[in-house]
């Protein structure tokens, strides 16, 4: 079976939708026989990355019950990998730089364009000549991004089937010189032989970016699956003005890890009795193939 992987942002706690992805990825890696899954560490941005909330949120995973197998592999550790594939792409002329402001690219991109979807990047900067290059730079950084030049991209997705999406022109190095999430997702998966990647289905959207993005650096492929966000009673993402939605909150609650292992198994309609035991009961009785789409409303343990 694949070898899979989950990838958390050490910025703060995680929350019941954080874990239940967590969850999924692991019933996931583990059915069938399966025992690979691998962590990663999102800790690019370091103005954001902090380790306290990594060192939370590892505790709360392994309190759940969510083990991980290999090396943990830290993207702050990992620059020198970015940057071979950056220069890679530069070295076959399929990356220009890009000197728009956010507002700028906020109106390039709200204006209808032939053959990109609502909100894509229209090219701006990827004919501009050496002299308005140079004449840019002088006032603002430049961001690189791919010469993607709206090629069209179709995959199967594992929970939401097929999916035909057209790719943009998109960033792979912020204008900070951080290299981009995409970028640093691909280069990252390579590396840790990863063959499936399992998340929340807000990312599905940008999943044609990342496959396009492989073939163009020569990396093999992965399988993907989408998994169904979790959402507060107005249908929006969980935050922590949602009330008690981390696992420390919960504790204090009353409600320890069993239970809340328990309940998020009821919310993908797998037995919360079984989950009482751990992750591993529930492998009877979860078929990936059968996974709801659509949103989940958090009603608490």
């Not at 025992?35 to 999102?42: G, Q």
């Not at 939401?160 to 900070?176: A, E, K, P, S, Y």
């Not at 990312?203 to 990342?210: E, F, I, K, N, V």
């Amino acid at each position: 079976m694949p070898i899979g992987r989950y990838a958390p942002s050490p910025t703060g706690d995680l929350h019941v939708g954080n874990l239940r992805t967590a969850m999924l990825a692991w019933l996931f890696a583990h059915h069938d026989g399966a025992t690979e899954l691998r962590l990663r560490i999102d800790d690019l941005d370091p103005a954001t990355a902090r380790l306290e909330h990594e060192h939370r949120q590892l505790a709360d995973l392994d309190d759940l019950g969510i083990t991980f197998t290999g090396d943990v592999l830290r993207q702050s550790e990992r620059d020198e990998a970015y940057r071979h594939a950056i220069d890679r792409l530069h070295r076959h002329d399929l990356t220009y730089p890009c000197f728009c402001s956010r507002r700028e690219i906020r109106e390039a991109a709200s204006a209808p364009h032939v053959h990109l979807p609502e909100g894509a990047y229209p090219g701006t900067c990827r004919d501009l000549s050496s002299t308005e290059r140079a004449r840019r730079a002088e006032n603002r950084p430049a961001a690189v991004r791919l010469r993607a030049d709206a090629v069209e991209v179709t995959f199967t997705d594992g929970v939401h089937g097929l999916t035909t999406t057209v790719v943009d022109d998109f960033v792979i190095q912020r204008n900070d010189g951080v290299p981009a999430y995409n970028l640093a997702s691909v280069v990252d998966d390579a590396t840790q032989n990863i063959e499936e990647v399992v998340r929340g289905d807000d990312l599905l959207d940008g999943t044609a970016r990342q496959i396009h993005l492989r073939e163009r650096l020569g990396l093999p492929a992965v399988r993907h699956g989408h998994v169904p966000l979790m959402v507060n009673d107005e249908g929006k993402r969980l935050a922590k003005r949602d009330g008690a939605v981390t696992l420390s909150d919960l504790r204090e609650l009353g409600h320890d890890a069993a239970a809340v292992r328990a309940a998020l198994a009821a919310s993908i309609g797998l037995p919360a009795d079984a989950a009482q035991a751990g992750l591993a009961a529930l492998l009877p009785h979860f078929d990936p193939n059968a996974l709801a789409i659509g949103p989940t409303v958090w009603s608490g343990c």
